[in-house]
């Protein structure tokens, strides 16, 4: 095998494992509903043990301001991989991504997102706003401060 198709390869793999290794968000379901039968023969459905999602799906916002320092270091941790160190778009991963990752330095482009649609799509991926679902969601792993701090460094990047 080339050194090259390795490299290559190996660029796939750490792709896969950085931005396509998430947990399941927690999902709301209803308990099944039992079908009408006698009182004493119904057995009660076990409660639910689901464990809560590290971050509210919408922001609660209040009294939360984003730390850009420790989102930088976050997004060197997260994003980094697609979108680059510098939030260009041109991350390592980004070769084998169609469409590209956003290019978090166009100010023009960032300026004309909120910060309810940066953690929207932060929290839940692309999916949560119509867009790739190659793009990961970070809700189930990512606290809502931390959430606020990533924004906070959107900010720094793209000067918006």
Known sequence: MKPSLCLYVLALAFLAVACGGEKEAAQDTAPPQETAAPAEEAAPAPPATEEPAAAPAEPAGEGLTGDAANGATLYA????????????GDGPGSAALEPKPANHTDTAFM??????????????GGPAIGKS??????????????????IAHLHVLSGS
């Not at 941790?77 to 260009?88: L, R, T, V």
């Not at 679902?133 to 606020?148: A, D, F, H, R, V």
């Open 77 to 88: 941790m997260y994003c980094s991989a697609c979108h680059g160190m510098e939030g260009k």
């Open 133 to 150: 679902p190659l793009m990961t969601p970070w809700g189930s792993i990512l606290t809502e401060q931390q959430i606020y701090d990533l």
């Open 111 to 124: 300026s004309t997102l909120t910060d309810e649609h940066l953690y929207k799509v932060i929290y839940g």
